[in-house]
């Protein structure tokens, strides 16, 4: 069997157990699994940048998802007029003025020499600003929080088609992973990890607490959809004609419009995720991913050769973060709704770890396979974790010790499912199911 066979037949048998998912449970099922494994399988191609390509150990990953669902909240949703005009133009100010501070500070390091003088000047000017920047933030922000709280509370947003909110995401994150990246890329593997993660906790500590901004933990929901292509079931059945046609078909009104809106989402999905797979392998097989390999596999000897490593990290850096924020704003439209308090950094983290090292470090196909394949077993290891116990205890009388151990175990089937897969991996195909060539 040719490599490309088994490529094929590994990418068959995640549509079967897909389809398997549509004939014994419900077809509406399968395509949830597979509108949230599209977006999967982009989130592992923006690790795989970063990992595959250049060797990064980027445990962030969340926080630029985040970013990119806060910018669905900030192009898609209409602006709250009333709370603009308590206080949007102090937030405003506010906020011009301590990336004024921020830039002020930065000109003054670089006019002045090293010294005890500098570090007092530096000292004073970000204390004098923070101060200053405070003093006009938090009535701005008390005042844009109490109207009407309990239904906006927040400044909103553009009002504009959520499809821009997709590539603003990416422009989020990439903007963020360029700071986060000016600061971080210099240190050691181990303790690049560390402050990623870090960071991606603060995103979300921000994201969860500054309600003008995202509602905080009470959540935006009623994000608009991606119109004309994803229209809403109601309308759907309100239409004489779909109606007509789903009735021919021998389905149910309702259901047939929840199904169409999951294959309105899987047809842009997969349009998005075609679209970055073809950039990622035209990267791959260009001199830069040559070159990226290169530094990957010995920074010493590329540096040796006159390549910027510092540099091509930062590159490879912003890009693979701004991929998952493409991601993140996907997510936040499929789900119609932006909870920061959904994003937990270190466990959906390790998810995405597990698709990229299950499916092959280094290959593009590799991370999407991982992405379908891993989101699948998230989903259905429980329900089959049931099915399994329960067949397993049949023989047991009810109330037995053991019996109700057992069954009550089927929580922790997901978790223990992960460690598995990636421990057999590991031992039989260390490389991933479609290694790197």
Not at 168 to 195: E, N
Not at 239 to 247: D, I, M, R
Not at 250 to 270: I, N
């Amino acid at each position: 069997m040719t490599v490309n066979w088994k490529n094929i037949g590994l990418f068959a048998l995640v549509a079967v157990l897909i389809i398997l998912v549509g004939i014994f449970q419900s077809p509406n099922a399968a395509l949830v699994i597979l509108n949230m494994g599209l977006i999967s399988a982009i989130m592992s191609l923006g690790v795989n940048l970063q990992w595959g390509f250049a060797g990064l150990f980027n445990i962030g990953v969340m926080g630029f998802v985040a970013l990119g669902g806060l910018a669905t909240v900030l192009i898609s949703k209409p602006p709250t007029t009333d709370a603009i005009q308590a206080g949007g133009l102090g937030i405003l100010i506010a906020l011009v003025l301590g990336a004024a501070t921020i830039i002020a500070t930065i000109l003054m390091r670089s006019k002045m020499a090293a010294g005890r003088s500098r570090s007092i000047a530096t000292l004073a000017l970000l204390v004098v600003g923070f101060f200053i920047y405070r003093w006009l933030l938090d009535p701005s922000v008390e005042a844009v929080e109490a109207v009407t709280p309990a239904a906006t509370g927040y400044l909103g947003g553009l009002g504009l088609p959520v499809l821009l909110a997709w590539p603003v995401g990416g422009v989020l994150a990439a903007g963020a992973a360029w700071i986060i990246g000016k600061t971080a890329l210099g240190l050691r593997s181990d303790y690049l990890a560390i402050a990623t993660l870090g960071i991606a906790e603060i995103i979300v500590a921000i994201m969860k607490n500054e309600d003008w901004l995202t509602r905080g933990v009470k959540n935006v929901i009623g994000i608009p959809r991606p119109a004309p292509v994803v229209p809403y079931e109601i309308d759907l059945q309100n239409s004489a004609s779909f109606v007509e046609n789903a009735s021919s078909l021998g389905l149910d009104p309702v259901m047939a419009s929840t199904l169409y809106v999951k294959l309105g989402y899987s047809l842009l999905f997969t349009i998005v995720l075609l679209m970055i797979l073809w950039l990622t392998q035209k990267a791959l097989n260009s001199p830069w991913g040559r070159m990226m390999r290169a530094i990957r596999d010995n920074e010493v000897a590329a540096e040796a050769m006159g390549k910027d490593v510092t540099a091509r990290h930062l590159q490879i850096f912003i890009l693979g973060s701004a991929v998952c924020g493409i991601a993140g704003a996907m997510m936040a439209t499929l789900d119609g709704q932006l909870i920061p308090s959904s994003y937990q950094p270190l466990r959906y983290t390790f998810l995405v770890w597990v698709m990229v090292i299950v499916g092959g470090s280094g290959n593009n196909w590799g991370a999407v396979l991982g992405g379908f394949l891993i989101w699948f077993l998230w989903v259905e290891v429980e329900p089959m974790g049931t099915l399994l116990m329960q067949l397993i205890t049949s023989p047991m009388a009810d109330g037995y010790w053991l019996k109700a151990h057992l069954l009550d175990s089927v929580a922790h089937m997901r978790l223990l499912t992960m460690g598995l897969i990636l421990l057999l991996v590991l031992r039989f195909s260390p490389r991933g199911l479609i290694p790197e060539k």
